[in-house]
Every structure is written in structure tokens, then in C-alpha cells.
């Protein structure tokens, strides 16, 4: 289920579960909503959500994040979402910057998938075989 994005991510604001199920859920959500109008789209596991056991976030969750959201770019409109970022262990954590252009490109990507999807034209009769 989609959930509205946090687009105003400021230096010093802490991450948490909430937020990062939310990205994980809503990159989940692009590609489900993506798949009824593109055929495929390559998707890296996100694993499940996390909860407040899990305290700590590792590089790899993020990089697939950002391997997700390259690959919908990729299967579906080429958007301008900045450049994809690389983490490791032992580095520095995502920041606020990077936080506001997943959550902003995501949030661009749910407008033209969700828009492209209420566009398609349907047909206005049923063909069912019957006589004329």
C-alpha cells in the first residue's frame, strides 16, 4: 500500500523503521503498480519489513533501495531522479540529501505510473462470442 513519502528530510533527522519501511514498501508498490502496464521489471528482494527489534540498518538494504529504483527508472520512463549512490559497511549512513531524492523520485514515479494506469483506454463493449 502506498504511503505518502517524506520529501523534507533536514540534516540531523534520525531514520527509523517507520521510514525505512515506507521506502521499502512504497519501491514495492511502484513495481506492483508498474507491472499493469510494463511487462517485466528486474526486482532485487527487499526482504520482510523491519521492526523495532531490528535496530540496525546495513548498506545492502540500501543499495537495493536504490538498485529498485534504477531498474523502475530503467523498465519505465527514464525520470531525472539524481544520481544512484553506493553504500558500505562501515561508511557513512544515507543522509537527508539522499533520503529527499529516493523519497522525491519515488514519489514521481507514483504519479505517472498511477497516472499512466488511470489512462488506459478501455473497451466500451463486452466480446463474449455471442450472436449479432
Same mark, same amino acid.
Not at 528530510?9 to 534520525?14: F, P
Not at 519501511?21 to 532485487?44: C, H, S, T, V, Y
Not at 489512462?119 to 449479432?132: A, C, H, S
Given at each position: 500500500?502506498? +504511503? +505518502? #513519502?517524506?520529501?523534507?528530510?533536514? =540534516?540531523?533527522?534520525?531514520?527509523?523503521?517507520?521510514?525505512?519501511? &515506507?521506502?521499502?514498501?512504497?519501491? *514495492?508498490?511502484? &513495481?506492483?503498480?508498474?507491472? +499493469?502496464?510494463?511487462?517485466?521489471? #528486474? @526486482?532485487?528482494?527487499?526482504?520482510?519489513?523491519?521492526?523495532?527489534? /531490528?535496530? =540496525? @540498518?546495513?548498506? /545492502? *538494504?540500501?543499495? &537495493?533501495? *536504490?538498485?529498485?529504483?534504477? =531498474?523502475?527508472? +530503467?523498465?519505465? $520512463? #527514464?525520470?531525472?531522479?539524481?544520481?544512484?549512490?553506493? @553504500?558500505? %559497511?562501515?561508511?557513512?549512513?544515507?543522509?537527508?540529501? *539522499?533520503?529527499? &531524492?529516493?523519497?522525491?523520485?519515488?514519489?514521481?514515479? $507514483?504519479?505517472?505510473?498511477?497516472? =499512466?494506469?488511470?489512462?488506459?483506454?478501455?473497451?466500451? @463493449? %463486452?466480446?463474449?462470442?455471442?450472436?449479432?
Amino acid at each position: 500500500m502506498w +504511503q +505518502q #513519502p517524506k520529501t523534507d528530510w533536514k =540534516s540531523g533527522d534520525a531514520f527509523n523503521v517507520s521510514d525505512y519501511n &515506507r521506502i521499502k514498501g512504497n519501491m *514495492e508498490e511502484l &513495481r506492483g503498480l508498474a507491472l +499493469q502496464i510494463w511487462l517485466d521489471i #528486474p @526486482f532485487e528482494d527487499m526482504g520482510p519489513d523491519k521492526t523495532y527489534q /531490528d535496530i =540496525s @540498518f546495513y548498506a /545492502d *538494504e540500501i543499495n &537495493r533501495i *536504490e538498485n529498485n529504483l534504477e =531498474s523502475i527508472c +530503467q523498465n519505465t $520512463y #527514464p525520470f531525472p531522479v539524481g544520481e544512484k549512490q553506493i @553504500f558500505e %559497511e562501515n561508511k557513512p549512513f544515507i543522509g537527508s540529501a *539522499e533520503l529527499n &531524492r529516493l523519497e522525491s523520485a519515488s514519489l514521481l514515479i $507514483y504519479g505517472y505510473v498511477w497516472g =499512466s494506469i488511470q489512462g488506459q483506454k478501455t473497451l466500451e @463493449f %463486452e466480446l463474449d462470442g455471442g450472436d449479432f
